[in-house]
């Protein structure tokens, strides 16, 4: 039976192929436009926050009464990884993080199960606790947010506009969430003057239960006629302010106004809740989220089209700013990506031109729009978006999927060179190069596997590249024998060489001294096998002055400045040193805009941001340069202002990371059951790591201790006055902090009216004693009277990991130095107090290394299947342990090129080189799969060993030289490239000296693995 040759089926059936072409051609294009498009790939986020509250206590109370109970039960979570909380008075947020290898589909069945557990125990927790409220949208990216300033208008009027705004915004396509940020709760006061209530002996109970009375929802029945249901509705509901003013209280006989003893005034939360100002204005905010597979530029010009409509009626006065442009930021990506696509594509064309000639190259660059074609198609079919990931993987696999094609167009015109007819030279690649080819196709393929199958956070952000570069591979093989052997026939019009010596062709000058390169390396293969283990082994020892990095930093103009006060501290003092860092910037010519959000972070407007828990003493300003050179500029200024002008604040300027996000880069965690404990052991880890001299900015993210006032109630004494604790604390939280006892309804919005004390806090908490507390027997009496005052120190806020507390010692490090390897530095000299800490405390390396060497487990864990895969292939295709060996161990001869590459260029080695690299492995073996393949072909042939190797070197020479350029100076338009730029750097040198060696050391190799000698 005759073997299926789909290069001759495809020339015995040239209109199907025509047709495939066109469809393929047309479905390609549309789909391309079709495709969505987003910054980032689509990530899932295994990430929940449980949040609960229970106003009166203190950090340490809520961590042992409630953070304990629900972290202790949701240890039983299937999946999880770890837990960390954060206690602080009167509330804790507990972060639940799934393991990095749970499917995606299982997260939300994960998520269902904390609220089950949670609610299993919810009788279990103290009384009065407000809660559990679940949060498992952590992680959803609002890439669209926008800022409504408005002079002369308050939060309230404001608000009216943002809604009307939000309201047009859900209605545009692909809008998926729309939060509104900065927004203050309306209040209606009621300040009672606490002396004035002891001069007419009124009990302030009297008053919320009059109000409470007053303007109470109870149904008043209705009447049935026979032909109508009458209802009856009662009056007295507030309705105003006024309304209010105007409500009588009745107490010791005497009937009082409640205008007449109370100030009655509408305004807004106080304490402010999370705030948000534009550029130091007073501001609201609009973040807008996007549907998934949603197209981000589209968006943008949709919401845009939107806005012209919604500003056109907005009074003046009220203006609409961009803060966070996420169409922009991804059509400026989209277009950097195509172009350097373009200046990809047109570097290959021009090696194809060059070395093929204008017929032959011509049929190469048909290929390209064809493989290109077939991948648009593919990736709208299965989902994938053009994003950072994508697009760079279609980079790397443009100089690769041309290799198939340039194969085949080469042997063809060889063929026809020597004298074959057009049909006959067509078909003969496939006969000759087509499983090889495949085989080499698929071992590239394999070499990518460990991203596509790496179960971490970073190897989900970079599924895309395997799945891109996959695609195209066996979608360049398909073209290069199917279509290209078709397009070869009808363009390729080559003259045979007179004589028609087939081998002619090999008789050129070049060839004649490559020839005698090869003769030398085999007559000399100890010495050429020594050579080249020297160097590897030189290469491995290099190695190690290569910086190591998780992921770079990203190249958007946006710094993230984060602002920490102590533990404690008021939002008046935060709102007072913002004010202070607004003041210098603005009006910095650096400075596009800048956006301060104070009480919370900003919405995760880019999926890998990192977000702190609120807090009164924590504010947060995204500073948007106006390009990359300013931003640099402003990172320097920022830093210079809180080293020198800032000492009651922890600050921290960053720009935004390119990948899975790790807070500070150098980190170490200190953990053990006994706080004082371990606050000395991270005072000992601080003073190791700021002995490093990389580290800045050292710090811990806990230490403080915050003010209390404990009341020692004299109980004998209050019982006898018909007071008790709960009653005090409730007297005193209604006068201090206000409390909410009923609600004015006014349209669709409900504001709490609020009871309480008509003084400001005063500066000196030692008045409080003088506060006139309400008794039982109708009297009120100094607070002095039945409770003494006692200042002491608590816990500000307790972090705890896996239900341990823990501190962990924060530093920022240089430009210049990566994360891993100031942490290498550092870790060791940890060891000698490693060795003396007591049973139950431990150190452990948190930060860019922690994360980095997660995802390095997780490639390391499929490490084994894709050897096994790649051994499977050249198995399938070799049939032989021997030679299969000899391609083996080729592989690692990229890492000589590698080494020199990184270290001459002053390039880190992160995860993406990494993948990169462990790809570069598969390439290598391509080429020489190919040439042991053509080995084995000649010495089948009759052929003597010795002269098939060298004659093999030699015919193959020019095909694996030009598919190894074409990869090579494919990479060149990525060097430039800060996520990029250093794994094409790793490609093209490895790929460069391990090629030169394949066709060298191999033919060496393979006469000393066989013992072959030259004929006599």
Same mark, same amino acid.
């Given at each position: ?80 990884? %770890? ?66 300033? @408005? ?204 070395? &093929? ?14 493989? *290109? ?24 696999? &443009? ?59 970073? @190897? ?195 720009? *935004? ?10 980190? %170490? ?246 993948? @990169? ?100």
């Amino acid at each position: 039976m005759k073997q299926l040759n789909l290069s001759e089926w495809a020339l015995r059936h040239q209109d199907l192929v025509k047709f495939f072409i066109i469809a393929v051609a047309i479905s390609g294009l549309l789909s391309y436009f079709k495709l969505g498009q987003a910054e980032d790939p689509a990530f899932t986020f295994r990430g929940m926050v449980v949040s609960v509250a229970w106003p009166g206590a203190s950090a340490r109370q809520i961590e042992e009464q409630v953070a304990d109970k629900i972290e202790r039960k949701l240890q039983e979570i299937p999946g999880l990884d %770890f837990i960390q909380s954060f206690s602080q008075a009167g509330q804790v947020q507990i972060f639940i993080n799934l393991r990095d290898d749970v499917d995606p589909t299982r997260v939300a069945d994960a998520w269902y199960q904390v609220r089950k557990k949670t609610s299993d125990i919810r009788h279990t927790l103290p009384e009065g606790m407000l809660g559990p409220f679940f949060n498992d949208e952590f992680g959803d990216t609002y890439g669209n947010v926008y800022a409504f300033t @408005g002079k002369g208008f308050n939060y309230a009027e404001l608000k009216t506009y943002v809604e009307d705004a939000r309201d047009v915004l859900l209605k545009v396509p692909d809008v998926a969430k729309i939060k509104v940020i900065g927004a203050q709760s309306e209040k209606v006061f009621v300040q009672i003057s606490p002396s004035k209530l002891s001069q007419l002996g009124i009990d302030p109970r009297l008053i919320i239960q009059t109000l409470q009375t007053q303007n109470a929802m109870a149904p008043a029945g209705d009447i049935q006629s026979h032909s109508d249901q009458v209802f009856l509705r009662v009056t007295g509901d507030f309705i105003s302010e006024e309304s209010i003013r105007d409500i009588g209280i009745s107490a010791l006989g005497r009937t009082f106004r409640l205008g007449d003893i109370a100030e009655v005034k509408r305004g807004f939360a106080d304490p402010p809740e999370q705030r948000m100002r534009y550029n130091g204005q007073p501001a609201l905010g609009l973040a807008i989220s996007m549907q998934r597979g949603g197209n981000i530029i589209a968006l943008g010009k949709h919401i845009d089209e939107a806005l012209v409509g919604i500003k056109r009626n907005l009074p003046i006065g009220v203006e609409v700013h961009r803060v966070a442009d996420q169409p922009k930021v991804v059509k400026e990506s989209v277009n950097e990506f195509v172009q350097t696509l373009i200046e990809a594509i047109v570097i290959v064309l021009a090696v194809s031109f060059w070395s &093929l000639g204008l017929r032959s190259g011509t049929v190469v660059a048909i290929a390209i729009p064809l493989v *290109l074609a077939m991948v648009f198609l593919t990736m709208a079919i299965i989902g994938i978006d053009l994003q950072k990931i994508s697009l760079g993987a279609l980079i790397i696999a &443009l100089g690769l999927l041309v290799d198939d094609a340039i194969i085949a167009v080469e042997m063809m015109a060889l063929k026809m060179e020597q004298g074959w007819d057009r049909f006959k030279a067509a078909t003969f690649a496939y006969t000759s190069t087509a499983m090889p080819m495949l085989t080499g196709t698929l071992i590239t393929v394999a070499g990518f596997l460990p991203v596509g199958l790496a179960k971490s956070a970073a @190897g989900e952000y970079t599924f895309s590249m395997f799945a891109v570069v996959a695609i195209a591979l066996v979608a360049s093989w398909i073209v290069a024998v199917l279509f290209t052997p078709y397009i070869g026939y009808h363009l390729l019009k080559i003259k045979p060489q007179t004589g028609h010596d087939e081998h002619a062709v090999y008789q050129k000058p070049f060839y004649v001294r490559f020839r005698a390169l090869v003769t030398w390396c085999v007559n000399h293969r100890k010495t050429v096998m020594l050579a080249t283990a020297l160097s590897f082994v030189a290469a491995v020892a290099g190695f190690g002055l290569v910086q190591q990095q998780f992921f770079p930093d990203s190249t958007r103009p946006e710094i993230v400045v984060d602002m920490w006060l102590k533990q404690g501290a008021s939002y008046k003092a935060t709102e007072s040193e913002v004010a202070r860092l607004e003041k210098m910037l603005k009006g910095d010519a650096d400075i596009d805009n800048f956006a301060t959000y104070m009480g919370a972070p900003t919405p995760r407007f880019v999926l890998v941001l990192d977000e702190p828990p609120p807090g009164t003493n924590y504010a947060q300003i995204i500073v948007t340069a106006k390009n990359r050179e300013a931003r640099e500029r402003l990172m320097k200024k920022i830093e210079d202002i809180f080293n020198t002008q800032f000492p009651l604040v922890l600050g921290h300027a960053t720009r *935004l990371p390119n990948g899975p996000p790790v807070g500070y880069p150098v980190q %170490f965690r200190v953990s053990g059951p006994d706080l004082v404990q371990i606050r000395q052991i991270a005072d000992e880890v601080g003073k190791v790591v700021r002995a490093n001299p990389y580290t800045r900015n050292v710090n811990l993210n806990w230490n403080d201790m915050t003010k209390a006032l404990r009341l020692e109630i004299d109980q004998d004494k209050a019982r006898a006055l018909g007071v008790n604790s709960q009653q005090l604390s409730e007297t005193l939280y209604a006068l201090l902090n206000g409390i909410p006892v009923t609600q004015l309804r006014e349209h669709d919005k409900q504001v709490d009216i609020v009871l309480r004390a008509k003084f400001e806090m005063p500066e000196s908490l030692s008045a409080l004693k003088d506060i006139n507390v309400f008794t039982g027997n109708n009297q009120y009496v100094p607070l002095s009277q039945i409770a003494k005052l006692k200042y002491e120190a608590e816990e500000g806020g307790i972090w705890r990991r896996d239900r341990v507390p823990v501190i962990t010692v924060r530093a920022d490090i240089p430009d210049h130095v990566q994360a891993p390897t100031v942490t290498a530095m550092i870790n060791p000299k940890l060891d000698a107090l490693r060795a003396k800490l007591p049973a139950g405390y431990a150190i452990t390396v948190g930060g860019a290394q922690e994360s980095s060497s997660k995802s390095q487990a997780s490639i390391n864990a499929v490490m084994p299947l894709t050897v096994l895969s790649i051994l499977t292939l050249l198995m399938l295709q070799l049939q032989s342990f021997s030679r299969t060996m000899l391609v083996l161990l080729t592989a690692p001869l990229g890492i000589v090129g590698v080494t020199i590459s990184l270290l001459v260029a002053d390039k880190p080695f992160g995860f993406v080189a990494m993948l @990169g690299v462990i790809a570069l492995a598969g390439m290598i073996m391509r080429n020489s799969v190919i040439l042991v393949d053509q080995i084995q072909q000649d010495i089948a042939a009759g052929q003597h060993p010795w002269t098939a190797i060298i004659e093999s070197a030699v015919r193959r020479f020019r095909p694996i030289m030009l598919t190894a350029l074409a990869a090579i100076l494919g990479m060149i338009p990525l060097w430039g490239n800060t996520f990029w730029g250093p794994m094409a750097i790793s490609i093209t040198g490895g790929l460069l000296v391990a090629t030169l060696l394949t066709l060298l050391f191999l033919p060496a190799l393979y006469a000393a693995w066989f013992k072959i000698q030259k004929p006599v």
